[in-house]
Every structure is written in C-alpha cells, then in structure tokens.
C-alpha cells in the first residue's frame, strides 16, 4: 500500500525527501520511491509505478507575493491554478501561456496545481506567439533528492542568477526535485477575443493560411485546424484575435483580405470564440472515449500535413487536429502496444518527437511514454538527474522530458 505524505512547510517536505533518502542509503535502494502529486489531475502521464510513498503539495498553497505594477506573481507549488488566475483577473491580468486542464483527457477530479503546471511545463494554444510555461517562469524553490532546499532565480527578469536552473525544472515532471514555489512573469489580459474561420480547407492550405497568418503584423494570438470530423461536419480552420475591440474591429478584415486566396471567413465573438479556444486547449475533442491512446506530437508545420497522412495510414481509425499553426498535433489511436507506438514513431521519421500523454496501465508500462533520446542526449540527461537526485527517487516513472 502506498503511503500518502502531505508536508505543512518546505522544511516538513525536506525531512521527508532524507528521511527516503536515508531509507535508499540502508536498504540499498528498495522501496523508498516518491510520487509527487500536487491536485492529482495528470495521474496518467508517464509510466504506472508501485511508489512506497506518495507526498502531496496540497498543502504548500497560497499566494505568497503579487506586484501588479511589476507584473510579477509567486505561489506555493499546491496553490490551485485557479486561485492564481483569479488574483490576476482582479487586477486585469494572466499568465501569458494558457496552461492547459488536463481533467477533460484523463477523467479526473480535483484541481490543477500552479506547481504541476511547471512540471510539465504545459501550455496552450497562445504558446505559439508568447511562449511557452517555461519563458514566464522566472524564479523557483524546490527540494532536491537529497532533501535539501534550493532557490534559484528571482523576482526580476534582470536577475538571471540561476536562470538556466529555473528553466530546466519547467518540463522535468518533479524529477529534478519537488518544487515549493514558483515565481511568473504576468501580461494584461485582452480586453476581447474573435476568432476568424476558415472552412473546407485541406491540411496543406490551412497551415499555408495559418503560417501566413502567424507572419503576419495583424497579431494573431492562436492557428489551429480541425480537419472534418473534429467537432464539425467539415474541417475548420481557426485564427484568434485578442486585444481592444477597436483593434479587433481594425485587424479582422486587414487580414481577411490578405488571406482571401483561402475563401472568406466567418466572424466568432465573445463567448463562443473562447469555448473554441478551451476546447482546443484541453483537447477536449479528442477527450472521448479515454481507452484510446492519446499522442501530443510536436512537428515543423511545414511536415505537419505530410505527417498527418502518414499518420492516418500508420493506424487505423486515427482522429488527430493540429494547433500552433501546424506544430503541434494532437492524435488519438485505439490503444496498442509497442508496434503501434513504433508505427508512430516512424512516421515521425526524425521530424519531431512523441508523447504518450494517455493509454492503458498496461500500454504505459511497456511503450516508451516520451520520445526515446539519442545516446549522448540521453547520457547528458541522466547525469543531470544523478546531479539533482543521486538515489532516484523522485518520480521514477517519469523522465525529463521538455514539452
């Protein structure tokens, strides 16, 4: 039975993190494994394990500074997401990178953590003009494998000592270390949100569309595109505007017309035009029904047309929509075991790489979750995890992997 440990400060959770260490030291390694659960609600990502203890950041939560004039926000890492985007709505703001909800995919409950959102580094669709988690991210505390407490970074951009620490730790999924509190950077929240459509377009002409769009100076802030099936009867492709309405109002036909060799578009406002982006943000169209394999793969655009053929012709009965004009796709394929995630794989071809972010216990447990690594990548990483947590022991499952 798994043992459930939920830490009421930093220094509680160091002494639990020796205390397993010093169990690894004794017993040689047996048993002494921890899983780092902030809401519980990314349960499937990675690969299952028999972990002897679980520790809970629930209770490591609140907000512990918030500069409106600087644009500056830290949490502890069991701060629910949705306390920090509230205490930033009041003052008309966000973080910039619209992390995604991951309940929708897996079926579960409870609330996403600011903390597990740097973990896995997630992002949403604004990530493609913005940036990633990881580029907001500007300061952090965590406790090592060894039970110590590091900080690193800060409250200022310009205070770059530890920077490149803070970035390594948005992605590595706690295996770096169970992290205490993070610190973002944060942008005014727009005003208002319309989204320009596109329908019956082939996969090849909405990333031309999309890619066109993206260069553009008319600051599009989202380019995705759902091919028929995908939410609708015909395939859809979707570009969201954001800012003042007057702006809006400006920039809409400006680039309607320079896109007008792809038809004429729709106009969606307001509230539908925010469902769309949710949807697509938490993947929600390819959320049923959860005993499919769900892939998150990211690609060139420029491939991702190609790749999408192959795709459909590596597994039967793949659905799939692409996001970041075309750099990300996600797919979702009835669950297989190895030859089917090899089959992926190999349309990839080396031009991107592949994430099992959903299947079966028993299809995680055998296929490699995230992208194998080529050797001296891999030989790099593992000495940075050794550096970081030398015995191993905090989420075994899972392995640095940058989103």
């Known amino acids: 039975m798994t043992m459930l440990r939920r830490p009421q400060s930093e220094d509680e959770l160091a002494g639990i993190v020796r205390e397993a260490a010093g169990i690894v030291h004794e017993a040689e390694g047996l048993g002494a494994s921890l899983n780092v659960q902030g809401g519980g609600t990314r349960a499937g990502l990675g690969r299952p394990g028999n972990n002897a203890v679980t520790i809970s950041t629930a209770d490591l939560s609140g907000v512990t500074l918030y500069e409106p004039a600087e644009m500056v926000i830290s949490a502890r890492a069991g701060t629910p997401l949705c306390v920090v985007e509230e205490t930033l709505a009041e003052k008309g703001q966000m973080l910039p990178f619209e992390p995604m909800d991951h309940r929708a995919i897996y079926g579960t409950s409870g609330e996403p953590t600011i903390g597990g959102v740097v973990a896995a580094n997630v992002s949403g669709p604004r990530r493609v003009v913005v940036g990633a988690c990881r580029d907001h991210l500007i300061g952090v505390r965590f406790v090592n494998g060894r039970g110590e407490i590091i900080r690193s970074g800060g409250r200022v951009m310009k205070n770059v000592t530890g920077l490149d620490l803070v970035k390594l730790q948005a992605g590595a999924h706690g295996t770096l270390g169970i992290l205490t509190e993070v610190t973002f950077k944060v942008l005014p929240r727009p005003e208002a949100t319309a989204t320009m459509l596109f329908e019956g377009l082939s996969e090849a002409d909405a990333v031309a569309a999309m890619s066109a769009a993206l260069g553009s100076p008319f600051e599009v802030t989202g380019a995705a595109h759902l091919p028929a099936g995908i939410g609708a009867e015909r395939a859809r492709t979707l570009l969201r505007f954001e800012n003042f309405p007057a702006s809006i109002d400006y920039r809409f036909p400006a680039l309607a017309e320079r896109l007008q060799r792809f038809g004429t578009p729709k106009r969606i406002d307001r509230a ?132």
Do not use: Y
């Not at 998150?296 to 659905?319: D, F, M, T, Y």
């Not at 080396?350 to 979750?369: E, F, M, N, Y």
């Open 272 to 403: 539908e035009s925010e469902q769309i982006w949710v949807a697509i943000r938490d993947c929600r169209l390819l959320a049923a029904p959860r005993d499919t394999a769900l892939w998150r793969i990211s690609v060139k655009p420029s491939h991702a047309p190609g790749l999408a053929q192959a795709l459909r012709e590596a597994s039967s009965g793949a659905r799939l929509f692409l996001d970041w004009g075309g750099g990300l796709l996600w797919l979702a394929t009835p669950a297989s075991g190895d030859a089917g995630a090899s089959a992926i794989r190999a349309a990839l071809g080396g031009k991107g790489h592949a994430t099992l972010v959903r299947a079966p216990d028993s299809i995680r447990a055998a296929v490699p979750v995230f992208q194998p690594e080529p050797a001296p990548v891999a030989a790099l990483s593992a000495r940075i995890k050794a550096s970081f947590d030398p015995a191993g022991l905090i989420n075994p499952g899972r392995m640095h992997a940058s989103c």
